[in-house]
């Protein structure tokens, strides 16, 4: 069970665990928006049925996104495509080369990392981009920013709490009066 989190002037942000909102919320930040009619929770000393959607009450501070080093965001900063040939391979056929091989003292870390496709990885083998003469394109480094077609956009889908519709309408609404204003 997931909990929808708005920001203070009501647009979704985030969707969390419930465990997680629940914590927000004897924290202090958040309030209760919405609540799963029929899932409580009880304890000794309270009685709280499970929030649908919270909303923070102050502000969230803006820090400096930090991005995970993971195959999933690596796939998105190469933009899906192979670094040696730059044909798009999808995220199951995508393979994770490591530029400088470990086998020559290469680590795996952004700047070692790239999406190769099958036969470019094959062709490289257990060599530097210089010994393949497979020059890289892009000198791989560790992103300030994914793309944007790759982030996950929070869109009301089938199979979504019905308590969310609501306000990830609202999402929707909110670009179309932005983007005219
Ligand atoms: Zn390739």
Excluded at 103 to 127: D, E, L, Y
Excluded at 152 to 160: A, I
Aim: with cysteine; aromatic share 8%.
């Amino acid at each position: 069970m997931e909990t929808l989190v708005l920001n203070p002037a009501y647009q979704p942000v985030a969707r969390i665990p419930w465990q997680r909102a629940i914590t927000l919320l004897f924290l202090g930040k958040v309030e209760v928006v919405e609540a799963y009619e029929d899932q409580t929770i009880r304890s000794v000393s309270f009685e709280l049925k499970v929030p649908s959607v919270v909303r923070f009450l102050r502000s969230l501070t803006r820090r400096k996104p930090v991005i995970r080093f993971s195959r999933e965001n690596v796939y998105a900063r190469d933009n899906g495509r192979c670094q040696y040939c730059q044909k798009h391979v999808s995220r199951a056929e995508a393979t994770y080369d490591h530029v400088i091989p470990r086998a020559q003292g290469g680590v795996t870390s952004w700047q070692n990392i790239v999406i190769a496709c099958v036969p470019c990885n094959q062709r490289k083998g257990g060599r530097t981009p210089e010994q393949a003469r497979m020059p890289l394109k892009v000198v791989p480094v560790r992103p300030t920013k994914l793309p944007d077609s790759l982030r996950v956009t929070l869109s009301f889908q089938k199979g979504m709490p019905v308590a969310w519709q609501n306000w990830l309408r609202d999402l929707t609404y909110w670009h179309g009066s932005l983007d005219e204003g």
